[in-house]
């Protein structure tokens, strides 16, 4: 393939991009997974080739019913025939370098930002492999709420870490693409430019109007939802009880942070440690 048609084709996939939530009662090819996660897994970049992942595939459907609950009984989980979980992995390259009598590393905080960049590299690569094929996917943000409870479910052991789950499967919907901001919303020339009021509006206007619209034409238990609260725009509806409570947040960040301390990613320290394989 020449390169102005591999740009045409990765364009038109892209422009393709949904995340779809019912899928069909049919099943996926595993040849077909295994061929998608190699692509993926040999086309993704990686900090210093140490591929800090690890990826638990969930095809049985009890044990999906399972991370149905954890996942807050999203019924896609039900309908997918595969969940991928993927997570940030340094205990792989930590049991390596034990045995190669090397310094112990990876087991701090910038270890897991590291692992869990490259777990998200991965995840979408694997997105668009199955997305090229005419699967359908969607990211559960929920694996950061369930984090602890999915992390037992699946047996990660210390230095494993879940970060996101993707649903796959054929496509029984085909919505329509969700609306994005302006580009100069997200683009900087040179240096950040902080965007002052009138900019925002204009950005926001669009998105302002037709996100109202998608939320309100949910049916009348979402309205009288949003009447109950006193909510008048979708700003306020981000951050209300029906989306992303500051509360419920900041009490997940907290659970998170006791969740990396427990499985060894806080090793924080301010002198030098000795060696500890």
């Not at 807050?72 to 034990?98: S, V, Y």
Request: glycine residues 4%; aromatic residues 8%.
């Amino acid at each position: 393939m020449n390169p102005s048609s591999a740009a045409d084709t990765l364009s038109a996939l892209l422009q393709r991009h949904r995340s779809i939530r019912r899928f069909e009662n049919r099943p996926l090819d595993e040849s077909v997974v295994d061929e998608v996660l190699a692509q993926a897994i040999a086309g993704s970049s990686s900090s210093g080739n140490l591929n800090t992942y690890s990826l638990v595939l969930s095809r049985d459907a009890e044990r999906r019913a399972r991370l149905h609950q954890l996942h807050f009984e999203q019924d896609m989980i039900l309908q997918a025939p595969l969940l991928i979980t993927f997570c940030a992995d340094t205990r792989r390259t930590r049991d390596w370098l034990k045995l190669h009598q090397a310094r112990d590393n990876f087991d701090n905080f910038h270890g897991f930002l590291v692992a869990a960049f490259d777990a998200m590299i991965l995840a979408q690569s694997v997105a668009l492999g199955f997305e090229a094929r005419g699967l359908g996917i969607c990211y559960l943000g929920t694996t950061l709420n369930a984090a602890a409870a999915i992390a037992e479910f699946l047996e990660l052991p210390d230095s494993v870490f879940p970060v996101t789950s993707l649903a796959v499967g054929w496509p029984a919907e085909s919505p329509a693409p969700r609306d994005r901001l302006p580009l100069s919303a997200y683009v900087h020339q040179e240096r950040y430019q902080r965007h002052d009021d009138a900019a925002l509006q204009a950005l926001f206007a669009e998105r302002d109007v037709k996100g109202l619209r998608r939320y309100q034409a949910m049916g009348p238990e979402m309205a009288a939802q949003w009447q109950a609260l006193g909510l008048n725009s979708l700003a306020q509806f981000y951050t209300s009880e029906l989306k992303y409570s500051p509360a419920v947040l900041q009490a997940s960040s907290r659970d998170l942070l006791a969740l990396l301390q427990a499985r060894g990613f806080m090793n924080n320290a301010t002198t030098e440690q000795p060696n500890r394989p």
